[in-house]
């Protein structure tokens, strides 16, 4: 949650510090976006120049253009979604000292927040806002009374905080010095030249350079324009890892989108095409490089546990039925949050598979932990370089989806289904379950299916008619089997986070289990039908639920494979999907429900990119 962003460079005060910071943070709006803030550290003065504003970015660069700020030398800001205090202006970050010479901005819960106000209040600290973050503000700058070091001050303050946090710190006396510290928080370092940049995530300066250091947990990095320097909360020296992005800077633009979410899904047939690039030797074998796990550990795993969260969950959900079909591997997938708090069943045998956009999902990072701590082994299929869960995980399969700018996810999700395939079909090379023709079949499948992803985007103009028609809908349900049940649990939520609409997915199967009782005159229901050349008495399953819907007034919305006409007597409308072997069907089957969903939203007036209440990386439990 909460986007940071720290410059230091300009040796002569000039514009560049708020120009970098405010350019991050439109880039990090989408980790939250109820308030931002900005504090400059001038040349010479005794205080430092800040702006915040409740509301999106817009709202504080309306501000700075009404007032403008004087030069600086050093600079943060902050995007935040709120935890402790409401979105106001006052609660907005940075926070400051009382005699306004230090500010910090944090990202994270101060858990013991509440002793420390009240230390503060008792040495007669009057503190102006709600929030946990102003109380680090007050220690550091106690600390920093008595060991006039900034450095040493925040790492004093580091150790006696409990909870999670990313805190920059910048002080008057120290104009080209910018102080970070992170605990089970993001923050990555970005390297410039003659200047140097920290952000919760590379987008916050990849405008800039593509040079990053990654940091580890519980350390403090300092930054000034020529030097880095990273210790441990004790002051102990680390070397940080090097490493480069490869995400290009306009890749996180619009690129002529009305929206980041439109653009997105444009890039699907890239994403998977760039996710699958690369993966194979001369011979063709699958050879995944970024794995790093010994092949003996991966014989010998018994039972495969995905854990993610939200849409992460479903590419999981899917990653199951392909992964067990051709591996033989029981695979169980758990909401990353549910896995950790119920004692699972994790042994040395256990390959744990953590499916994260972001990297920095706390709820799947802590479960990656305690996968680890129980002796499993865990691959990431991660999207972001340089974040926490691939650092701590065993191995990591990176999706090459490029950066996601949109709250609400598009793209990650079929590079992430993308990811598990290969290592499903990895695994079936492996362990040999499946014939390497059967395998170079299925990669043959997989390396046409963007193609197919752009032939439905590119013709969903039905769709989107459709979709635009239905903007003052109530409810839509969302039914699917096999692999089409995860599609329709993901169009239920693209449709209940964009439009903020109710919808539900469910398995096609249960609904004369009980759902079936929420069919009346009219209902909207979409229904992801499995292709006819599969298992034949999956496709007919399906169309005996359509027909049980359209008996009850259900208006039918299907997905169907092109050429399907058993589906036509009974759909209200129909979107065809091209042709693909069953398995991998979710890659173009989900693309018109992510098209309804940004589309009717739209219609209503709303910001698809920046959905209310939401931030893209929940880095809090
Ligand atoms: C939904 C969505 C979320 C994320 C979830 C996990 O559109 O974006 O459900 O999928 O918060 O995020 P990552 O993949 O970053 O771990």
Redesign the pocket.
């Known amino acids: 949650m909460c986007g940071i962003v720290g410059y230091v460079g300009a040796q002569q005060a000039n514009g560049r510090p708020l120009e970098v910071v405010m350019g991050g943070l439109k880039r990090l709006e989408y980790r939250g976006y109820d308030s931002a803030g900005v504090a400059l550290v001038p040349q010479e003065g005794r205080a430092l120049a800040t702006a915040k504003k409740a509301g999106k970015l817009a709202n504080l660069a309306a501000e700075l253009e009404a007032t403008p700020l004087p030069a600086a030398t050093a600079a943060i800001g902050h995007t935040r979604w709120a935890t402790h205090g409401a979105p106001t202006d006052v609660n907005a970050h940075p926070h400051l000292s009382e005699d306004g010479a230090l500010a910090v901005i944090h990202n994270g819960i101060i858990e013991n927040f509440a002793e420390l106000r009240a230390e503060l209040e008792a040495a007669g600290v009057t503190l102006t806002s709600e929030t946990d973050t102003e109380v680090v503000a007050h220690l550091v700058a106690a600390a920093y009374a008595t060991t006039p070091d900034l450095t040493e001050a925040l790492r004093s303050v580091a150790r006696r905080l409990h909870g999670t946090f990313t805190l920059l710190a910048v002080h008057v006396d120290a104009p080209d010095v910018v102080v970070g510290a992170r605990h089970d928080s993001p923050l990555v370092v970005g390297l410039g030249d003659g200047e140097n940049y920290l952000g919760s995530d590379v987008a916050a300066f990849i405008a800039h350079t593509r040079e990053a250091l990654e940091l580890g947990q519980d350390q403090v990095v300092t930054i000034t324009p020529t030097t880095v320097s990273v210790t441990d909360f004790d002051g102990n020296p680390v070397e940080a890892r090097r490493f480069t992005v490869d995400w290009d800077a306009a890749a996180a633009e619009k690129g002529g989108f009305g929206s980041f979410m439109d653009k997105e899904i444009h890039d699907q047939p890239h994403a998977v095409a760039d996710t699958l690039l690369g993966r194979t030797d001369t011979t063709g074998r699958l050879v995944l490089d970024d794995l790093r796990v010994d092949e003996a550990v991966l014989r010998q795993v018994d039972k495969i546990i995905v854990i ?5 969950a479903y590419a999981g959900q899917v990653a199951k039925y392909a992964i067990e079909h051709w591996c033989r591997i029981p695979v169980e997938v758990e909401l990353a949050h549910e896995f950790r708090y119920r004692d699972p069943i994790v042994n040395s045998k256990t390959l744990v598979v953590a ?7 706390m709820d ?1 990072l802590m479960a990656v932990r305690h996968a680890r701590e129980q002796g499993a082994t865990v691959l990431a299929i991660v999207n972001t370089h340089g974040s926490t869960i691939p650092r701590e995980s065993d191995a990591v399969l990176y999706t090459h989806a490029g950066p996601e700018v949109a ?3 598009t793209k ?1 999700f079929l590079a992430q289904i993308t990811a598990a395939y290969l290592l499903g079909l990895y695994l079936a090379q492996l362990r040999g379950t499946k014939f390497p023709d059967e395998i170079a079949e299925m990669l043959d499948a997989l390396r046409e299916l963007p193609e197919k992803i752009q032939a439905v985007i590119d013709g969903a103009g039905h769709v989107r008619e459709v979709a635009r028609s239905m903007a003052d809908v109530a409810s839509v349900l969302f039914l699917g089997r096999h692999v089409g049940y995860p599609v329709a649990m993901e169009g239920a ?2 449709l209940k ?1 964009l439009a903020y609409i109710h919808a539900e997915g469910f398995a096609a199967g249960e609904l004369k289990h009980g759902p079936i009782a929420l069919i009346e005159e009219g209902q909207a229901v979409f229904i992801i039908v499995p292709s006819p050349r599969g298992r034949d008495s999956l496709h007919s399953k399906v169309i005996s639920n359509i027909q049980e819907i359209r008996a009850r007034g259900a208006r039918t919305l299907v997905i169907a494979e092109e050429g399907d006409s058993d589906v036509l007597p009974f759909a209200d409308e129909v979107f065809y999907v091209p042709q693909t072997p069953v398995l991998l069907a979710p890659l173009v089957s989900v693309v018109p429900l992510q098209i309804f969903a940004m589309e009717l939203a739209t219609a209503k007036g709303l910001d698809v990119d920046q959905p209310r209440n939401l931030a ?3 880095t809090v439990e």
């Open positions: 993610a969260c939200g849409t992460a499916v994260s956009q972001s990297g920095e999902t799947t709250v609400a996810s990650a939520l693209k986070e893209k990386s929940v």
